[in-house]
């Protein structure tokens, strides 16, 4: 596991200028909080504030975006879409790829390896997402269907490994507050670990995304071989996430 674990908070279509404050009351919290725990605090904004927050402000919290367009031209006819360099220029350093309400959208596999091309070539970390729905988890595909989505994502792409972080996120427990078992949650990390390590000669960080709350991050955060969390709902309240964040070192 990574000893610097990550926060990622994705707002998703949430947040206004004037709620910018809070991310810098929470920059504030981990400004005394870093000095003795070393974590990665990223918030993925829509593409509205990126750009807006203060540099001078914030120096732990990172910005990211929560997508970026499959296209490899920085700029041209496409209407409605932002490029990887676009949300670089605005300071972005990371960019979520792959989330299941894209995907749910048409995004395709061969989309999502694209993007995570583009965003290595602008110095954008991606935050890959993965994750199965109800109905494969029920009927055991679940680890099978995560592997084809991280084979599909890292085919010819294995340079660029290294800017990669994966979020595992099955897709029925994002807003459910819904959590699988800590047993299948520790075999399935470890199962992607060792599918990473064996099969891309890597180790990359593998975060746990889907309801996470500051009401179970005591559980979560015992979760064999995690590296961190990708929040949702919960990241846009103040307390809510700085209370996971004090709950998982405290």
Known sequence: MYSKKYFIANWKMN?????????????KFLK???KKFNLNCIFCLPFTLLGLTNSKKISVIKIGSQD??????????????VSAKMVRQLGCKYAIIGHSEIRNKGET??????????????????????GETL?????KKS????????????????????????????????????????????????????????DFKKNIPVLYGGSVSSKNIYSLKNIDCCDGFLIGGASLKTQNFID???????
Not at 15 to 27: A, M, T, V
Not at 244 to 249: A, E
């Open 68 to 81: 970026i367009t499959a296209s490899s031209i920085d700029y041209g006819a496409f209407t409605g879409s």
């Open 143 to 198: 680890f099978n269907k995560v592997k084809s989505q991280i084979y599909s994502a890292f085919k010819d792409n294995k340079r660029h490994l290294g800017n990669v972080v994966i979020a595992y996120e099955p897709i029925w427990s994002i807003g459910t507050g819904i959590i699988p078992k800590k047993t299948y949650l520790d075999n399935f990390f470890n199962k992607i670990k060792d599918l990473i390590r064996k």
């Open 109 to 130: 596999d061969k989309d999502i390896n694209k993007k995570i091309e583009f965003a290595s070539s602008k110095n954008l970390k991606a935050i890959l997402c993965v």
């Open 32 to 34: 005394n909080f870093k």
């Open 244 to 250: 996971i964040i004090k709950k998982y070192y405290i």
């Open 15 to 27: 947040g206004e200028p004037k709620d910018l404050d809070r991310i810098y009351k929470i920059e």
């Open 135 to 139: 109905n494969e988890f029920k009927n």
